[in-house]
């Protein structure tokens, strides 16, 4: 798949349209799912999705090989949200402080068979950006520590790290929305 | 040895697949010790498969259009000749153009004030015959008269569009642009001020009238 995507890359620096096609078909849905998780608006990142395969004709050519081009993209992306969100000024949210928390695995096994979706959409958005960025990588495009420390600028410690307090966050919210009863 | 710690951090890497070599190990290890460490991975892989099952509406081929749309244009870095009949030209073409035409016109003035600055006699009298029929065909204007309206022109304006409305309205370009883009225009005899400003300020590619 990915050598697929470097011959695209190949044409692309060269200035051919068609490949520059092939790869938005290839990769327009993941990344965009990925800007949509981060900004939680759907019109800027239909803007955000075009300024990066803006940016991926553009510079085409500067792309070193030396990463998966997906890899490459995602990183383009997190960083044009990033851009947005310093714009909106809401870089750091909050987490959500949950009075009834329960992270026993058993009231997590009994929310992944409930109503999985809705609590699963509500807890990432507590989660801070960098968290939520770094477990939606993780799950929607199945990346390794390794992938998303490159897409996030950051050392592979970082993202463990993020991972670990991102998934305890989300597992908590997720507990304390059954406990609660959160339909 | 890993820590739980190390381990916990690992776990999602396990629920996606990407996790290999002692890591792997290192964690299918635990969980078979674990019963604790199942069931979060049971749950994270729950996580990730309603994750990856929300349907989620893309731009797609309107995008694509959108994008392949903007290459293009971005890609017009060395345009097309003009053919003789072709008026269709960008505003920042058009200014670029009008400019020039400025400097030709303001040089070929000021040579022409310079008394046998080392010019041959038959060279003073094509500069004087060039010109006049540069005035008469309107780069005079656009160094600046009396303007009865200012305008803005939107950046995507073709000379086309622009010569287009300026007839309709009944107007010419007296002077412009500025550095900020400003045209003067001019009512002609057979214009009227009232109509003119109407159908200037319904046009589309007037992005400010005064």
């Known amino acids: 798949m990915d050598s697929d995507h470097k011959f695209l890359m190949t044409r692309i620096a060269g200035g051919d349209k068609q490949a520059l096609a092939a790869l938005y078909r290839a990769l327009e849905r993941p990344v965009y799912r990925f800007i949509v998780s981060r900004l939680n608006d759907p019109h800027e990142a239909n803007d955000i999705l075009h300024e990066v395969f803006m940016d991926v004709w553009r510079s085409a050519d500067r792309f070193e090989g030396r990463s998966k081009v997906q890899t490459w993209i995602f990183g383009i992306a997190y960083r044009k949200s990033i851009d947005v969100m310093r714009k909106r000024g809401r870089m750091d949210l909050t987490d959500e402080s949950f009075d009834m928390v329960d992270d026993s695995p058993d009231a997590v096994t009994c929310l992944a068979a409930g109503q999985e979706a809705d609590h699963v959409r509500h807890c990432l958005e507590t989660l801070k950006d960098d968290h939520k960025s770094a477990i939606t990588l993780a799950f929607y495009q199945d990346m390794t520590y390794g992938e998303i420390a490159e897409v996030a600028g950051v050392p592979e410690g970082t993202i463990k790290t993020r991972i670990f307090h991102a998934k305890k966050l989300l597992l908590r919210c997720l507990s304390g929305r059954v406990e609660r009863g959160v339909a | ?210």
């Open chain 2, 1 to 210: 040895m890993m820590t739980r710690d190390d381990l916990n951090a690992l776990l999602p890497f396990h629920a996606n697949g990407t996790l290999e070599g002692a890591e792997l190990a290192a964690v299918d290890a635990a969980l078979q010790t674990d019963a604790d460490l199942r069931a979060e991975l049971a749950a994270l892989q729950a996580i990730r498969a309603t994750m990856q099952s929300e349907e989620m509406q893309s731009p797609g081929d309107l995008g694509l259009a959108r994008l392949l749309r903007d290459v293009e244009a971005e890609s017009a870095i060395v345009p097309a000749p003009v053919a003789a009949n072709d008026n269709v030209v960008p505003i920042a073409r058009l200014r670029i153009w009008q400019i020039a035409a400025a400097v030709v016109l303001a040089v070929g003035l000021g040579l022409n004030m310079l008394p046998d600055a080392g010019r041959a006699p038959e060279m003073e009298s094509a500069m004087s015959e060039d010109a006049a029929p540069a005035a008469e065909q309107g780069f005079a204007l656009a160094s600046g008269g009396s303007a009865d309206f200012t305008v803005i022109f939107a950046p995507d304006a073709t000379e086309a569009a622009i010569r287009a409305l300026l007839l309709e309205a009944g107007v010419e370009i007296t002077g412009g642009p500025s550095a900020l883009g400003l045209y003067g225009l001019g009512l002609l005899e057979s214009g009227r001020d009232d109509a003119a400003r109407s159908i200037l300020a319904a046009s589309e590619i007037i992005d400010d009238l005064q």
